[in-house]
Nanobody, 115 residues
Framework: QVQLVESGGGLVQPGGSLRLSCAAS????????VGWYHQPPGKGRELVTA???????TYGDSVKGRFTISRDTDKNTMYLQMNSLKPDDTAVYYC?????????WGQGTQVTVSS
């Protein structure tokens, strides 16, 4: 059974940092294109950042220069380092993995940026 389990969300003040983790079981992360999506309150889910199996990264315009995606193949875990957080970054963040027709989502972790 495949599971993607996010952790690391929480409440942070504007300008602060958080690091999200996504631990995978049942799949080999390095074979998949993996990424992070977020869903702000009242809005749809949208791509934040992704990394291909070859290591090519993509970032949404709103997070470029502030967020960094990485993965640890030994731990089968992906990370999202979020710096200079803004209130607009408030959302549920989801871990995603895709390989061909195989697609998996985590359960989501809440990130709230507020003073």
């Amino acid at each position: 059974q495949v599971q993607l389990v996010e952790s690391g969300g929480g409440l942070v003040q504007p300008g602060g940092s958080l690091r999200l983790s996504c631990a995978a079981s049942g799949i080999i992360f390095r074979l998949y294109a993996v990424g992070w999506y977020h869903q702000p309150p009242g809005k749809g889910r949208e791509l934040v950042t992704a990394i291909t199996s070859g290591g090519t990264t993509t970032y949404g315009d709103s997070v470029k220069g502030r967020f960094t995606i990485s993965r640890d193949t030994d731990k089968n875990t992906m990370y999202l380092q979020m710096n200079s957080l803004k209130p607009d970054d408030t959302a549920v963040y989801y871990c995603h993995a895709v390989l061909g027709i195989k697609e998996y989502w985590g359960q989501g972790t809440q990130v709230t940026v507020s003073s």
